[in-house]
C-alpha cells in the first residue's frame, strides 16, 4: 500500500509540473535586488527558440534626405537619447517581422560613442532615457540583462548608438 501511494503521489507532482506553465518556462529573467532598470541574468533553457540581431544603427531623422552617411552629420540622426529610440523602434521591427517582441529580449549591447557636446564622454543619461521608454513600461513590463560600453567610434561620424540583441521564447 506504501509503495502504491509513493507512486500515485508521484505521478500527481510530474501531472502538476506538466500543467504548470511557469514549471514548463523556456525563458527565465532573474532580477536584482533589488530590482533595477535591467536584469542580473537570463536562464533559457532547451527547446526555447532564439534569434541574434546584428547591430543596429540609427535611422536619419529626415528620412528624404539621401546622402551617403559619411556625409550626414549628428544633427541629421539626433543626440544619444533620439538616436536609441531609432535604434529600439528597428529592432521593435525587425523582431515583429520574426515574430518576436521587445518582451522576447534577453539581451542587449549597447554601444555608444562619445558625444562632442559632452567632451566625448558618452551620454549614458540620454541612453538610458531612450531605454526606458521600451522596458518597464505598460507596453511591456519586462527588461532585459545589458551592458553598455563606450566605444571611440561607430561605422559612421554622425553614429552615437549601436544595439546588438539578442531574443529567446
Do not use: C
Not at 536584482?32 to 541574434?52: D, N, R
Not at 531612450?130 to 527588461?143: D, L, V, W
Request: a positive charge; aromatic letters at 6%.
Amino acid at each position: 500500500m506504501a509503495l502504491k501511494t509513493r507512486i500515485m503521489g508521484a505521478a500527481l507532482a510530474a501531472v502538476a509540473l506538466l500543467t504548470n506553465p511557469a514549471a514548463a518556462q523556456t525563458v527565465v529573467k532573474h532580477a536584482s535586488a533589488p530590482a533595477g532598470l535591467i536584469l542580473q541574468s537570463v536562464t533559457v533553457k532547451p527547446g526555447a527558440t532564439t534569434l541574434y540581431l546584428s547591430g543596429q544603427l540609427a535611422a536619419p531623422l529626415d528620412p528624404t534626405k539621401k546622402l551617403p552617411p559619411a556625409q550626414l552629420t549628428i544633427a541629421d540622426f539626433g543626440d544619444t537619447k533620439t538616436q536609441t529610440l531609432s535604434v529600439l523602434a528597428k529592432i521593435k521591427a525587425i523582431l515583429a517581422e520574426h515574430d518576436f517582441a521587445m518582451r522576447d529580449i534577453i539581451k542587449l549591447t549597447v554601444f555608444v560613442a562619445g558625444d562632442p557636446k559632452m567632451g566625448g564622454k558618452m551620454d549614458f543619461a540620454g541612453m538610458n532615457d531612450g531605454f526606458k521608454q521600451f522596458f518597464n513600461t505598460a507596453e511591456n513590463p519586462t527588461t532585459v540583462a545589458r551592458s553598455t560600453v563606450q566605444v571611440a567610434a561607430l561605422a559612421g561620424p554622425a553614429f552615437l548608438v549601436e544595439i546588438e540583441a539578442t531574443a529567446a521564447k
